[in-house]
């Protein structure tokens, strides 16, 4: 079963704005990962973040984990057009080293 | 970053036929690989885990005799689909672990392969 949830499920965005979205798990992980998935591609790997983080930085890309509250959220900021694809949170369980557990997506558009 | 080669990345074939891809670690050896099957607009689904040397772990619901994965060598795994159906059209993307630093391991994906069953 799928542990991620993320929200919203689609957003839509103009050029310069920023894109918010958010994962929610319901276990201990020892790490969360965000992935990025162009339409009928396999996925890329943009971000980890270790349990013991709270915030991450990469580029134009910010990441948070609140491991109170089973959460992570990924900014992008001032979002481009190749910003367009599906990005999905992945979990590393304490429970089952490496086997990831990917939440359904947020497929993101860039406008120009 | 490391590379992982999957292949072929689209493939079509007639129901009743059999199917591999193969995924494979470019520069880096992989003990454990992944297979996650992927339908349209939703997300990854594990299928099963395999490890180099010994016999796969599937998730529940996966049939093993359909899926056939060998994981023969630290670099390679292989992923075949037996007696075709078109129910099983997907796209099925391998992954393979690296051990990172400290606790976490890292996974690299492979591109997918666009199975269609006609």
């Known amino acids: 079963s799928q542990q991620g949830e993320e929200d919203p499920q689609a957003l839509s965005i103009q050029e310069g704005e920023n894109a918010t979205m958010n994962c929610s798990y319901k276990?201990?992980?020892?790490?969360l990962q965000w992935y990025r998935q162009n339409s009928g591609r396999g996925l890329v790997h943009l971000i980890l973040?270790?349990?013991?983080?709270r915030e991450k930085h990469s580029g134009r890309l910010r990441v948070t984990l609140d491991t109170s509250k089973k959460s992570s959220s990924l900014l992008i900021t001032a979002s481009r057009a190749a910003d367009t694809a599906s990005y999905f949170c992945?979990?590393?369980?304490?429970?089952?080293?490496?086997?990831?557990?990917f939440g359904a997506g947020t497929q993101v558009v860039v406008t120009p | 970053g490391a590379v992982v080669s999957q292949h072929p990345s689209r493939v079509i074939c007639k129901s009743g036929t059999s199917v591999k891809i193969e995924c494979r670690s470019l520069?880096?050896?992989?003990?454990?690989m992944f297979w996650y099957r992927q339908f349209p607009k939703k997300s990854l689904m594990l299928m099963a885990t395999s490890n180099e040397g010994s016999k796969a772990t599937y998730e529940q619901g996966v049939e093993k005799d359909k899926f056939l994965i060998n994981h023969a060598s630290l670099t390679l795994s292989t992923l075949t689909v037996t007696s075709a159906h078109p129910e099983d059209s997907s796209f099925y993307i391998c992954?393979?672990?690296?051990?990172?630093?400290?606790?976490?391991?890292?996974?690299?994906f492979g591109q997918g392969t666009r199975l269609t069953v006609v």
């Open positions: 992945a979990t590393d369980p304490t429970d089952s080293w490496g086997k990831l557990q």
């Open positions: 992954s393979a672990e690296r051990q990172g630093w400290g606790e976490f391991t890292e996974a690299f």
């Open positions: 973040i270790r349990s013991n983080e």
């Open positions: 520069d880096f050896q992989a003990t454990t």
């Open positions: 276990t201990s992980i020892n790490n």
